[in-house]
Structure formats: structure tokens, C-alpha cells
């Protein structure tokens, strides 16, 4: 094994099962699909899709917070899945999580103080003696003052609970760090801001990320790799700047192109809008019911005859990984 | 301007409160004209939806507007309650954010849309059913026929966005007011909302308030826009100009937020976006403001034209030659 590579994930597959009604037959979806891909050392990865994906399933999977039905989690050589009682504590010490909503996620009844030093508390790492002085530190890291330690949550902004968030993530010295959407409940100006402040950390503490996210302008700017997920499955996944530059998957295309772009500022030039998604299905099928074949192929503007019916595997080409029955071919 | 349709003039927007109301929109003015996209850009708390429920006539309870809202040169306070009520749904229309809520969950879509229908075109039953079958044609909703059945939850959200627009789109009204109506839906189903949002505009020449947080939504969409922070414009102007020579430091700022690329360096906006009952003295977004100088907490300054159509609430940059 490659000693960069911090988490390995192999074969990943996650099936909840689902009634629709009371007398109906269970019925499974395949959240998440056989899903292989390596996160490195002080690097960022992420996964980018839209609601439906299974990237959130991912990231709980990752976490043990739920459990697959197959595949291997190895972190640093460790199979996750196999820990349990004191090792799998030190696991969750070492791979932390920011969730999405910052307003869900802090106990409102906990003074931030209380919030912060919890971890500590759980998994006894200091002695109670510096609690505070670790909260305090922590605090400043993220740019808040100490005296929001004897605050509670709703004293403060979106932004500053996110802030709150990151340093309750911290709190345990983790060396990956899980963000699902930390971005998307936040009002743009306060985005940029929490967004400087990870990559901030992520270079003081050479923290790796798993970064979750529907915002692609946002993963462009963060992420060193990128996995772009449809449906349960990776579609394609390579090189960030890569992949902005040339994507090849006409999912990852698509996704790109329908990003709406600000006309005349300098950086951004308009790209060419060359397939319109017209006379193709419009919305995502449910996980529920995955077309056969490509589980792209009802929206794909490029589909042709293999499509409807082989499912493309996930193949290397161009330097990165692609599943398309077109990319196959060439 | 001639054809102006809807005409935002000094409107104040209140929240009764004990110890004195608090004001959340301060004096905002605009023209919307016939056939025109309008944006109106602003991050939470702003006060742009506000506006647009003052518009439609339904503010909350505990909420009162002061100033002049005109539509077609008519002022919308003069009317009588069913007159108004003759015109929200009818000749002003609104999409909201929440597909999900805005529906109601125990009517089929048909029956939601038919219902429009009926209460301001006075058709029966059976037509107005007919006529929601063609409405979830026009905004693409497959086999129409059978969908009009359906109950909201069986449907997408994407489809859902589309049965709103149906619903907005029924009487034919001559100003759409969209607030947010892409927000909940993922970016590939955004494009084509709004590809047939533009469709329908086009076809109709209808206007539309486009209110959004998304500054390239507006730009690729809305052929005027405002920035509103604070309940106030802090910039206005067409499209293309506002967004190649951005001159209030909010704009600038909100710009300078946006990732464009791993190159460019992301320059944030400090602080956060205030509440209404504690906004700075002087400019609203002085203590954000990198450029700030004492004068600027002074006064606030007003909203001033520095060049044909562009309007800027700054005093540091208020020339057309910085």
C-alpha cells in the first residue's frame, strides 16, 4: 500500500431498504453502488453530486456512522470496519466531521465551552486541568474570541457556528476531516470567508479532507481530486484541475455547463453551451428505480445503442477515471 | 421610462414591534419595465423577499409597508381589497423557493392550477382541468395528461418548480415575481427551470423580479440588476455594466467571494451581515467595508446616478471615473 494514501475505500456498496407504503413489498436503494477511490495525505478529496447521489451516504459510511453492506474502509492500513470498543474510539478521534447546517448541529443548550470541550471529555485525551485553555485555543484558530465560550449557539451568526463547528471538529487533533456541504447553509460573503479558513487549517495542521459538496466552483477552488457521483456510482473521477479543464463524462460536463456563470468579469469567460439537455428526460431518475444500462443514459445528450442496455465500467483514460461507453471506445 | 409596469417608489417596509417598529426595508425605489428580467441580488436578511411580498400584497400580519407601490400606473394601496385580490394570482404572479411547501399536499397538481383558473377566469371545472393539462405541456411536464393527477409528492422537485411556474403562468400575468426559484433544486435541473422560465417570458413578454442570492443567475438571466444589502439598493445598473465595472466596495466584495478558479485568491468580506435592528451608523456596510473612512459613518449616503442608469450608494466611489 501506498504509504501517502491515508483512507482507502474499496468496493463500498450501501443498500437501505424502503417501503412506500404499509401492505407494499420492501423495495432496495442502492445509495450508494460499489464505490473505490484513495484519499491522501494532506490532500483534498471530493466528492461532488446532487441530492440522490449517495455522497452523503459516503461520508456516514466512512464515519461508521451507518454500515455498508460491502466493501473495505481501510485507514492507514487499518480495516475500519472491523474496529470496535476502544479502537474504533481512537478511529472517530482521528476522522471528525463538520456537517451541513450549522443550526442543526450545536446543541442549543450547550454553552459553546460546553460543545468544545465534550470531546474532550469523551475520549479523555487532557486532563481536565486544560480544557479550557485547549477551547480557548482552538477558538482563536478559527477567529473567534475566547469569550464566546460562555455563549450559547443562538447568540450567533450561520458563519460563526460554522466557525464553532470547525473548532469542535478539531478539538481532538484529527488528521481527516469529513466536511458534507460545510459551505451550502452560508450566505456567500461568510462562504469565502469559511472557505479561507479551511484551507488556513489545512495548511497549519496538514489536515486531509473528504469535502462534500454540490457547489462546483466552491470544489474547483478547494479540492486537489475529485469524484464526480451519479446515482450511487462514481462517473468519473482525476486530477481537479484536470478535470475542470477537460471533463470528459458528459454527466460531468452537463454539471459544469449548467453552473450559471457571471458574463464579463474577467476570469470567468463564458464557455459554449454545445449540448443542450432538450430532448432528453429532465430529471434525475430516484434511486429507487436506476435505469438499466448507463444510469445516466435517460438525460445524456450523447447516449447511443450500448448505452441503454451494458452498464459502462469505471475504466482509466486521459490520466483519470471515466464510465462511459464513449470514452470506452476511443 | 414609458413602458414601465411595476413602479417601486420610496417604499419603507416595517415589522410592528413593542418599543418601536423596526424597519427592515429603507426607502427603496425601482421600474420595472414590460417584458423585462429584473434581478434583485441580496444575501439573507436583506430584505429582497420582504419586498417582493410587499409587491404581491401579502406582507405578514405584523408587517405594513409605507411609500407607493405602482402597477400599470395604478397605485396598488388606492385599490380595494378585491381588487387586489383580483390581481395576485392573476396579473401578478409569484414562484417561491420551497416547492415542497408552497404546494398542497392533499390536491392533485391539476386541481391546484385548475383552481387559479377558476377563481379569476370564472372557468368551470372541466376547462380549467383541460387548461392545467396544456400549462403542464407548456413547462414540459411528460404525459401531462396523466400527471394532472398526480398529488405533489409523487412528483420531483424539479417537476414540482414546474407545476409553481405552471400555477404562475395560468392567468397570463404580465409580472412574475420569482423569489429564490431555483434555490432548492440541483444545478442541472436549475438550468432547466430557468431555460423554460426564459421560454415562457420570452413567449409572453412577461416581466419577471428574479430574487436571488445567485449573482450568475442574474447575470446570465436579468437584464437590469440591484444589489440590495441592508434593506437598501447599494448598486443598480444593467447586467453586462454592473458586473464588468462593479463600483460599490459590496459589489466588489461580493464578487471577490465567488471562487473563479484555483488561481485567483479568494478575497472575503469581513464581519458578517448585520441584523436590522443593529446596523451601523452612517453607510450600512461601513464596518465591513475595506475602504471605510471616518466620513463614512458619518452620513449614509444616498443613492446617486454616476452614469446613464447606474446608481451607486457609496460617497469613496461615487464618481464614474474611479
Given at each position: 500500500m501506498n504509504a501517502m494514501n491515508l483512507m482507502e475505500v474499496r468496493g463500498l456498496k450501501k443498500y437501505f431498504q424502503m417501503r412506500s407504503g404499509f401492505l407494499s413489498k420492501p423495495h432496495q436503494v442502492r445509495a450508494v453502488d460499489g464505490v473505490d477511490f484513495t484519499i491522501e495525505q494532506n490532500k483534498v478529496f471530493a466528492i461532488v453530486g446532487e441530492s440522490g447521489s449517495g455522497k452523503s451516504t459516503v461520508a456516514r459510511l466512512l464515519l461508521r456512522l451507518i454500515e455498508p453492506q460491502e466493501g473495505d474502509v481501510l485507514f492507514k492500513g487499518t480495516n475500519v470496519l472491523a474496529l470496535s470498543g476502544d479502537k474504533l474510539k481512537a478511529y472517530r478521534r482521528s476522522v471528525q466531521i463538520i456537517f451541513q447546517d450549522p443550526f442543526a448541529s450545536l446543541n442549543p443548550r450547550m454553552k459553546i465551552y460546553g460543545a468544545l470541550s465534550e470531546p474532550l471529555k469523551i475520549h479523555k485525551t487532557v486532563p481536565k486541568s486544560q480544557f479550557r485553555?485547549?477551547?480557548?485555543?482552538?477558538?482563536?484558530?478559527?477567529?473567534?474570541?475566547?469569550?464566546?465560550?460562555?455563549?450559547?449557539?443562538?447568540?450567533?451568526?450561520?458563519?460563526?457556528?460554522?466557525?464553532?463547528?470547525?473548532?469542535?471538529?478539531?478539538?481532538?487533533?484529527?488528521?481527516?476531516?469529513v466536511a458534507d456541504e460545510p459551505l451550502s447553509s452560508l450566505d456567500v460573503s461568510i462562504q469565502a470567508q469559511i472557505l479561507n479558513l479551511l484551507i488556513r487549517i489545512k495548511e497549519d495542521i496538514g489536515l486531509s479532507f473528504l469535502f462534500i459538496s454540490h457547489d462546483l466552483s466552491v470544489v474547483q477552488y478547494f479540492s486537489d481530486k475529485i469524484a464526480?457521483?451519479?446515482?450511487?456510482?462514481?462517473?468519473?473521477?482525476?486530477?481537479?484541475?484536470?478535470?475542470?479543464?477537460?471533463?470528459?463524462?458528459?454527466?460531468?460536463?452537463?454539471?459544469?455547463?449548467?453552473?450559471?456563470?457571471?458574463?464579463?468579469?474577467?476570469?470567468?469567460?463564458?464557455?459554449?453551451?454545445?449540448?443542450?439537455?432538450?430532448?432528453?428526460?429532465?430529471?434525475?431518475?430516484?434511486?429507487?428505480?436506476?435505469?438499466?444500462?448507463?444510469?445516466?443514459?435517460?438525460?445524456?445528450?450523447?447516449?447511443?445503442?450500448?448505452?441503454?442496455?451494458?452498464?459502462?465500467?469505471?475504466?482509466p483514460s486521459n490520466g483519470r477515471l471515466i464510465s462511459c461507453h464513449l470514452t470506452a471506445e476511443i | 421610462m414609458t413602458d414601465t409596469l411595476l413602479s417601486v417608489d420610496n417604499v419603507s417596509i416595517y415589522f410592528k414591534r413593542q418599543g418601536g417598529d423596526l424597519k427592515v426595508v429603507n426607502s427603496i425605489a425601482f421600474d420595472v419595465a414590460k417584458g423585462e428580467i429584473f434581478g434583485v441580488v441580496g444575501e439573507s436578511g436583506c430584505g429582497k423577499s420582504i419586498t417582493a411580498a410587499a409587491v404581491m400584497g401579502i406582507l405578514p400580519q405584523n408587517a405594513y409597508y409605507k411609500g407607493d407601490i405602482y402597477f400599470k400606473g395604478q397605485r396598488l394601496s388606492d385599490l380595494t381589497v378585491d381588487q387586489q385580490r383580483g390581481l395576485r394570482g392573476n396579473k401578478i404572479a409569484m414562484i417561491f423557493q420551497e416547492p415542497m411547501t408552497s404546494l398542497n399536499p392533499v390536491l392533485t397538481v391539476g386541481y391546484q392550477i385548475a383552481e387559479v383558473l377558476m377563481v379569476h377566469k370564472g372557468l368551470s371545472k372541466t376547462h380549467a382541468i383541460a387548461r392545467a393539462v396544456e400549462l403542464l405541456g407548456d413547462v414540459k411536464i411528460p404525459s401531462p395528461a396523466l400527471r394532472v393527477k398526480d398529488y405533489p409528492h409523487q412528483m420531483s422537485g424539479g417537476m414540482r418548480q414546474r407545476v409553481m411556474i405552471a400555477m404562475a403562468i395560468a392567468c397570463n400575468p404580465a409580472l412574475v415575481l420569482a423569489d429564490e426559484p431555483t434555490t432548492a433544486l440541483d444545478v442541472t435541473i436549475q438550468a432547466q427551470v430557468l431555460k423554460l422560465l426564459r421560454g415562457i417570458q420570452e413567449r409572453y413578454n412577461m416581466s419577471v423580479v428574479l430574487i436571488t442570492h445567485d449573482l450568475g443567475l442574474v447575470s446570465e438571466n436579468a437584464g437590469r440588476v440591484a444589489i440590495m444589502y441592508a434593506g437598501r439598493i447599494m448598486e443598480s445598473a444593467d447586467t453586462a455594466t454592473l458586473f464588468k465595472r462593479p463600483v460599490h466596495p459590496y459589489t466588489i466584495g461580493l464578487l471577490n467571494s465567488i471562487p473563479k478558479g484555483r488561481h485567483t485568491p479568494l478575497v472575503p468580506i469581513p464581519g458578517f451581515v448585520p441584523k436590522p435592528d443593529n446596523l451601523p451608523e452612517g453607510c450600512k456596510f461601513s464596518d465591513r467595508c475595506g475602504f471605510a473612512e471616518k466620513r463614512c459613518k458619518e452620513a449614509e449616503p444616498m443613492l446617486l446616478e454616476i452614469e446613464k442608469g447606474h446608481f451607486n450608494r457609496c460617497i469613496l466611489t461615487g464618481k464614474a471615473d474611479t
Open positions: 485553555e485547549r477551547v480557548r485555543t482552538m477558538l482563536e484558530r478559527v477567529g473567534l474570541d475566547s469569550d464566546v465560550m460562555e455563549r450559547y449557539p443562538h447568540e450567533f451568526s450561520g458563519g460563526q457556528r460554522q466557525r464553532i463547528c470547525i473548532a469542535r471538529a478539531l478539538m481532538l487533533g484529527p488528521e481527516l476531516v464526480v457521483m451519479y446515482l450511487g456510482k462514481i462517473v468519473e473521477m482525476g486530477e481537479t484541475a484536470e478535470l475542470f479543464d477537460n471533463p470528459m463524462h458528459p454527466y460531468t460536463q452537463m454539471l459544469i455547463e449548467s453552473v450559471p456563470k457571471i458574463i464579463g468579469a474577467k476570469t470567468t469567460p463564458k464557455p459554449q453551451k454545445s449540448h443542450q439537455p432538450e430532448d432528453t428526460a429532465a430529471d434525475t431518475p430516484s434511486p429507487i428505480e436506476i435505469p438499466e444500462g448507463c444510469p445516466f443514459h435517460p438525460r445524456c445528450p450523447k447516449r447511443f445503442s450500448p448505452c441503454t442496455t451494458t452498464v459502462p465500467e469505471l475504466k | -
